[in-house]
Nanobody
Framework: QVQLVESGGGLVQAGGSLRLSCAAS????????MGWYRQPPGKQRELVAI??????NYADSVKGRFTISRDNAKNTVYLQMNSLKPEDTAVYYC?????????WGQGTQVTVSS
C-alpha cells in the first residue's frame, strides 16, 4: 500500500521560510517523478514544483524562492520555501507519478500572514 505523508506545514510570517517533507512508503521511490502541488482557498490545485529524471521545474510564481529536492535513500522529497508571501497560503500536496500510477498525500496547510 502506497503512502505519501507530508509534514512541515504551519503558520509563518511573510518573508519567512518553511521546509516541507514528504515521506513515501510502499513504492520504489526512485522510479517515480515527485512533485508538489498546492490548492489555495477557493482555487484549483496547481503545480508548484516537480523533479523528474534529475531535472526540476517550477511554477513561475515560485521560481527563485522555492527549491524541490529528493533523497532516494530516505524515500523523501522536500520543498524548501523561502521569502514566503501571503499568496503562498494553500494546502500543499505531495504527488508521486509514474506511467502507470498517480499517488497523492493528504496535504499539509501552509499559512503565510502579512
Amino acid at each position: 500500500q502506497v503512502q505519501l505523508v507530508e509534514s512541515g506545514g504551519g503558520l509563518v510570517q511573510a518573508g519567512g521560510s518553511l521546509r516541507l517533507s514528504c515521506a513515501a512508503s510502499g513504492m520504489i521511490f526512485a522510479f517515480y517523478d515527485m512533485g508538489w502541488y498546492r490548492q489555495p482557498p477557493g482555487k484549483q490545485r496547481e503545480l508548484v514544483a516537480i523533479t523528474s529524471g534529475g531535472s526540476t521545474n517550477y511554477a513561475d510564481s515560485v521560481k527563485g524562492r522555492f527549491t524541490i529536492s529528493r533523497d532516494n535513500a530516505k524515500n523523501t522529497v522536500y520543498l524548501q520555501m523561502n521569502s514566503l508571501k501571503p499568496e503562498d497560503t494553500a494546502v500543499y500536496y505531495c504527488n508521486a507519478r509514474s506511467r502507470l500510477h498517480d499517488y497523492w498525500g493528504q496535504g499539509t496547510q501552509v499559512t503565510v500572514s502579512s
